[in-house]
Nanobody, 126 residues
């Protein structure tokens, strides 16, 4: 079992930045690919970014490329999402996810993610 706890969400003006963190407890963190997904009100959950278990591979949704950066610190059992140039359409509940021994690309396309966090709210005002 892996427990994921997100933090770092909040209210920010358009053009601003936030850094989300996801702390993992439980099984060996470095065995898991990690990802971020988001869900806006009335919309389906969508993929944001992922990083492989080794940290050597990353993958982003097209609309996040160049604005968001995912990283991980296996010594701290934590994955981060640095979000810059935020837009009102980035407003959503952001979820952390973990999947055993996956690639970053796989995280974006599989239907059965192993573990999810509870989410942290990001609100971008115009």
């Amino acid at each position: 079992q892996v427990q994921l706890v997100e933090s770092g969400g909040g209210l920010v003006q358009a053009g601003g930045s936030l850094r989300l963190s996801c702390a993992a407890e439980g099984r060996t963190f470095s065995n898991y690919a990690m990802g971020w997904f988001r869900q806006a009100p009335g919309k389906e959950r969508e993929f944001v970014a992922a990083i492989s278990w080794s940290g050597r591979g990353t993958y982003y949704a097209d609309s996040m490329k160049g604005r968001f950066t995912i990283s991980r610190d296996n010594a701290k059992n934590t994955v981060y999402l640095q979000m810059n140039s935020l837009k009102p359409e980035d407003t959503a509940l952001y979820y952390c996810a973990a999947h055993l021994m996956a690639t970053a690309y796989t995280m974006a396309h599989i239907s059965g993610i192993d573990y999810w966090g509870q989410g942290t709210q990001v609100t971008v005002s115009s």
